[in-house]
């Protein structure tokens, strides 16, 4: 009497995971997936934007009536307005967020996921320009209106309180639609260089001049003191300007915008440099 030895294949069983032989059942245990943690606001931005937030209210207190209401309606009222159509317009930027968790990719708003799609964030050139800015654009400022005279701190104010809130609105929408999330920096830009940055930096030549014509008059420690404060919140005012205009027309525009579009229905043009819009002379043909 010969018996024969059959082995029951389970139909429930994947057999690339679970191997079968007539003889013996071999198990093959699969590589367990990296799991890496969702980026969280409450952990990793909800601190910067109280900082700047906070900022912000310091400089709204020593401002007087310099900060206007029209200031304030443009400052939160985009920032709402990006929120709502964050939600209404493109569903809470779901199927990009969808999409980054079904490929297990960590959201790095300050890494490869940051504005111009991490082409920027890493090169010395970008890293220098981003620091030029903060110390030009909010620590300088923010040390003049402790230590400058008045008529200089509430002047400068607007300019400032407008930047921090951009910088609170950059921070609060890194989850948002790429479209919303370049709005941010373009539209704040705007309004900054064309108003208040625009009115300090007139204001700040005038008030050089007034200044220039008074010393004239009385010579003193003193009016030495605020001529110093004087002349350099007129370079202060001016380099903002020129900076502004720049970042705006020059790298917002021409560098950081073109990174959105889609390669193939339109073209990107390879820049020989990180923040200059100028193209490599290999890559222009003419026809």
Not at 24 to 34: D, I, V, W
Not at 95 to 121: A, D, Y
Not at 265 to 277: C, I, K, S
Request: charged share 15%; aromatic share 12%; net charge negative.
């Amino acid at each position: 009497m010969t018996a024969t030895n059959t082995t029951a294949v389970n139909p429930w069983v994947n057999p690339t995971i679970t191997g079968t032989s007539s003889n013996k059942t071999s198990k093959t245990s699969a590589a367990p997936e990296q799991i890496l943690s969702e980026y969280s606001f409450a952990r990793e931005g909800l601190v910067p934007c109280t900082i700047f937030a906070a900022l912000g209210y310091g400089v709204h207190r020593h401002s007087g009536d310099a900060i206007t209401n029209q200031d304030w309606i443009f400052s939160i009222g985009f920032l709402l307005y990006v929120f709502a159509a964050n939600a209404i317009a493109f569903n809470g930027n779901q199927l990009q967020l969808n999409q980054w968790k079904q490929r297990n990719i960590r959201f790095q708003p300050m890494g490869q996921h940051s504005l111009g799609r991490g082409e920027f964030i890493t090169e010395p050139s970008f890293l220098m320009y981003f620091a030029v800015s903060k110390v030009l654009g909010v620590l300088v400022p923010l040390v003049m209106m402790v230590a400058a005279p008045t008529e200089i701190a509430t002047m400068l104010a607007p300019s400032l309180a407008v930047l921090l809130v951009q910088a609170v609105a950059e921070q609060s929408t890194v989850e948002c639609h790429d479209v919303l999330r370049m709005a941010v920096p373009i539209a704040y830009s705007t309004y900054r260089l064309f108003g208040p940055l625009q009115v300090w930096a007139v204001a700040s030549y005038d008030l050089y001049l007034d200044q220039a014509a008074g010393e004239e008059e009385e010579e003193s420690s003193r009016s030495s003191r605020s001529s110093m404060y004087h002349v350099l919140n007129l370079g202060v005012a001016w380099a903002n300007l020129l900076f502004g205009a720049y970042n705006l027309f020059g790298f917002l525009i021409l560098r950081a915008l073109p990174v959105y579009f889609d390669k193939d229905e339109t073209p990107r043009v390879e820049m020989a440099y990180t923040l200059l819009p100028i193209p490599k002379k290999n890559n222009i043909k003419t026809i």
